[in-house]
Every structure is written in C-alpha cells, then in structure tokens.
C-alpha cells in the first residue's frame, strides 16, 4: 500500500508559479510510474503529467512547456512545478502511483485544489 499526500495548492493570479508536492509512504515509489492528474469542475480528470519509474516524463499538450515534474526517491516524493499558469489551470490536482505490469494507477491522494485567477 502507498498513502499519497498533496500539498503546495492555492490562489495565485494568472502568470504566476506554484510547486505541487506529493509525499508518499507505506513504500518506496523507485519502482512505481507518479502521475499527476487533474479534475476541474464539471470535467473528467485528465493525466497532466507523468515521470516513470527511469525518469521518463509525459506532459499533456495543454501543460507542455510550463509544467514540470519531478521525483526525488529518496525522499519518497514527487513534485509538479507549474509555471505561467492560466486561468484554465483551475482545478483540483491528484497526485497517482501506478505499479509496473499495471495498466490503471493504483493509489491516489486526496488532491489540492489549485485556482488561478485571470
């Protein structure tokens, strides 16, 4: 079992940074794929972005450019930073672990709201 826990959301104004963090425990996360999905009002939740297990990184187009993520293993932890944010950011951010050989991800945390105000 991973237990996921988000922090670093809040209110910022369009063009500004914010870092999200994700801290997990119950295992090391060195063998799990760590996505960061997105689920804003009224709308499904998208994968924003991923970073495998080698370090390989995913980004949806709509974040490609201005998001960054990153994983730190030793510290059991995964970061989303967000740069230029717009207005369309708006949303509640889930921080995910999927296991290798799994086609879904396993563990979620229980997201951080993020607005971004135009």
């Known amino acids: 079992q991973v237990q996921l826990v988000e922090s670093g959301g809040g209110l910022v104004q369009a063009g500004d940074s914010l870092r999200l963090s994700c801290a997990a425990s119950?295992?090391?996360?060195?063998?799990?794929?760590m996505g960061w999905f997105r689920q804003a009002p009224g709308k499904e939740r998208d994968l924003v972005a991923y970073i495998s297990s080698g370090g390989s990184t995913y980004y949806a187009d709509s974040v490609k450019g201005r998001f960054t993520i990153s994983r730190d293993n030793a510290k059991n932890m995964v970061s989303l930073q967000m740069n230029s944010l717009k207005s369309e950011d708006t949303a509640i951010y889930y921080c995910a672990a999927r296991r290798a050989g799994q086609l879904i991800y396993d563990y979620w945390g229980q997201g951080t709201q993020v607005t971004v105000s135009s």
């Open positions: 119950g295992r090391t996360i060195s063998t799990l794929r």
